[in-house]
């Protein structure tokens, strides 16, 4: 029991009150009148007639208030203490075990695995261990188990990742094993070289109560290492193939100078090699003489003289000759004057991605026309029909994108194996501009399409007006992406096949809308083309645990899709990574997701291409892993072991006075109980009362 305000307890001496009010209060004396004391003798009072306390049920009512009223004043509340974790019994031990690739560092990893079977050794009777493995997400190696052949199996077949470190889902995932377990005794076992950067202070993890934590420092605040932990390649137009200068940045986190060399190698070959000095916990860049781009995609790797920390002395990534999104434009046989003209310029002049524009009108359009097109764009036209019809459903089902701008074309001349494939019911056209026409109301900016101004003053689509729409139905509402102030779709999007299929309400140049005139068209139609053209940016790397998501990186897919129609869509490819395993994955559908979790460069090729002649990838481990900074693992152990989850039993003990008696509360309860109690001596005293009077 605590008090939050014990000089209250001073009130107590108040109960003397009622005792001297007991003690005082004598019997009423009837005076009798003597005509004359003449006659009476004078005798002296010899004896005292003791005090009595009388009505003592109503003595101790009043006495017992005042306690409960300077009680409730100091305002009470229960301390309770965490249970000391058992000693006896048998006992759920977990031990983790760091791997991420700062482990490399010097003979880190050696002695992370001989404390590993150090900490499993003593496993025997009832007692269960589980080793869990840990880089960025952690992983059991063995369930829990006393098996000391199974666990000593775990340890030797570990190997280090390529991924950084974090500490808060490795104790999570511990947690959860020792919550589960209905063993006495419950320990963790962390063995890290803990580094700064793993570990956020304000990570919210706490251990069970009673779990008993040891950590063991294998990194002894070692922080001497040699990092790339930048490159870049900046290109530069040269006649007719583009010439790349690459630089690159070496960081030094040691307290004295290196001399290093910096060797750039293309396609495998040694380029050239820079001696560079690196100062003192500084940086230094090695900027290589231009190289021309080569005509297909081609590794690239930039190293210095391995020291202590191997893994971060190299870094991968490829050079690819400049991807352009190829768009054709279809209008009308008779289009209005500079019908396509601010669609064309919009996009030609981008650079990154380029597009390369043709226009069409589609009683000139003709299947060689659509080989090879990223996107297809029908401006006020309907679908063609035919030969050409076919060919452009098939490039759309294959992977292509398709811009549909339906105008005021009228929906029965659309087939109606096209009505079936559009993503919006084509409705009548609205007429807005006796009240200044519509404006775009509501995007979605998690959209790929919108994503690029979710950010303050990025753009904004609200100034727009749109004079005339097409009203389109999207069957529940569903694939709308932009609405208009009177809620019906502005912008609706459908995956078909492969390909996507897009919806604009409205026209693309000034003729229905002033939207091709404010600065938000530009960029709108640069992603909204590349969304819909399945244009992702080319990375020249991607970092160890980055998941690669081919659907947005047609760049990627391209080069491997065989066949046409729906065929293509199923066509398989294999990502095959440095070490071998190999992957099975699609452009689209269920399988179209990677993680690439090592260092080096992975190959993405399809069923009929040799081994060798895919697609580079370029994977790198993480820079922020190079910073070696130690902090002591005694501050992790308190964190993580001290404070209870927040919300539980503990918790509440573990908090300030003050948090405590404000949940609990307890002075509410003894307020009321001596207002009861007042409340009663009232009644009793005057019945009392009455029956003496």
């Known amino acids: 029991m605590g008090l ?76 309770r203490h965490h249970a000391a974790p058992s000693l006896l019994g048998a006992r759920e031990r977990v031990v983790l075990v760091d791997r991420s690739y700062s482990m490399g560092y010097a003979d880190h990893w050696k002695r992370a695995l001989d404390a590993a079977r150090t900490a499993t050794r003593d496993i025997a009777g009832n007692d269960r261990a589980t080793i ?89 605040g070692q922080d001497t290492d040699l990092a790339i932990t930048q490159v870049s390649t900046d290109r530069d137009a040269a006649g007719d193939r583009d010439r790349v200068t690459v630089t690159a940045r070496v960081t030094n986190v040691g307290a004295a100078a290196r001399i290093v060399d910096a060797t750039l190698d293309l396609g495998g070959r040694a380029v050239e090699t820079k001696k560079l000095t690196v100062p003192a916990k500084g940086v230094a860049q090695a900027r290589f003489s231009p190289n021309a781009v080569p005509a297909a995609a081609t590794r690239g790797t930039v190293r210095i003289t391995h020291d202590s920390l191997p893994q971060n002395d190299e870094f991968n ?104 494939l559009m993503p919006a019911r084509l409705g009548a056209v609205v007429d807005r501009t006796r009240d200044a026409g519509g404006t775009i109301a509501s995007v979605d900016y998690g959209h790929p399409v919108f994503e690029l101004f979710s950010a303050p003053r990025s753009g904004d689509f609200s100034t727009a007006h749109l004079f005339r729409y097409r009203q389109l139905v999207a069957p529940g509402d569903s694939g709308v992406i932009a609405r208009l102030d009177d809620g019906s779709p502005a912008l609706v999007e459908k995956a078909a096949g492969g390909g996507k299929i897009v919806m604009w309400a409205s026209s693309l140049d000034e003729y229905w809308t002033d939207l091709p005139l404010q600065p938000v068209f530009l960029p709108f139609i640069h992603e909204l083309a590349k969304y819909a053209g399945r244009y992702g940016d080319t990375r020249s790397w991607f970092q160890a645990g980055d998941v690669l998501d081919l659907s947005r990186h047609g760049e990627l897919t391209a080069p491997f899709v065989a066949g046409t129609g729906e065929s293509a869509v199923e066509a398989s490819m294999i990502l095959e990574s440095p070490s071998g395993h190999r992957t099975p994955l699609t452009a689209s559908g269920a399988e179209h997701l990677a993680t690439l979790s090592e260092q080096g460069f992975y190959e993405l090729r399809g069923p009929a291409t040799a081994a060798g002649s895919g697609r580079p990838i370029a994977v790198n481990v993480d820079p922020k892993e190079s910073d070696l900074t130690h902090f002591d693992p005694k501050e992790l152990v308190a964190a993580v072991t001290a404070t209870p989850a927040p919300g539980s039993a503990d918790a509440a003990a573990a908090s300030a006075p003050k948090d405590l008696e404000r949940t609990q509360a307890i002075w509410w309860y003894l307020l009321a109980v001596a207002l009861v109690l007042m409340a009663a001596e009232t009644v009793l005293s005057n019945r009392l009362s009455k029956l003496e009077a």
């Open 132 to 220: 869990v493995f840990f880089a960025n997400d952690p992983a059991a190696a063995t369930e829990p188990t006393g098996n000391q052949g199974r666990l000593e199996h775990a340890i030797a077949a570990a190997r280090l990742s390529s991924e950084g470190t974090r500490y808060e889902p490795a104790l999570k995932f511990a947690a959860q094993i020792l919550s589960a377990s209905n063993l006495p005794r419950k320990e963790v076992v962390m063995i890290s070289d803990f580094q700064n950067v793993a570990w956020g202070r304000r990570d919210d993890v706490h251990l069970p109560t009673g779990t008993a934590m040891t950590t063991v420092d294998v990194g002894g």
């Open 4 to 79: 939050l305000a014990p000089a209250f307890l001073a009130g107590l001496l108040a109960i003397g009150i009622p005792i001297a009010i007991h003690l005082i209060n004598r019997e009423r004396r009837e005076v009798v009148r003597f005509p004359s004391l003449m006659f009476l003798r004078k005798v002296p009072y010899r004896s005292v007639r003791r005090q009595k306390l009388r009505h003592l049920l109503l003595l101790a009512m009043r006495c017992l208030a005042l306690i409960l009223l300077v009680a409730a004043f100091s305002r009470p509340f229960l301390q």
């Open 317 to 420: 990534f490829t050079l690819a000759p400049g991807e352009a999104v190829s768009v054709l434009v279809v209008q009308p046989s008779k289009p209005r004057a500079n019908q396509s003209l601010y669609l064309r310029r919009a996009l030609e002049i981008g650079d990154r991605p380029a597009f390369h524009v043709d226009v069409r009108t589609i009683d000139a359009l003709r299947s060689i026309d659509l080989a090879s097109r990223s996107l297809v764009v029908l401006d006020e036209v309907a679908p063609p029909d035919g030969a050409v019809g076919a060919r452009l459903r098939e490039a759309v089902l294959a992977g292509a994108g398709l811009l549909v701008v339906p105008g005021d074309v009228p929906a029965a001349r659309w087939s109606a194996d096209w009505r079936a």
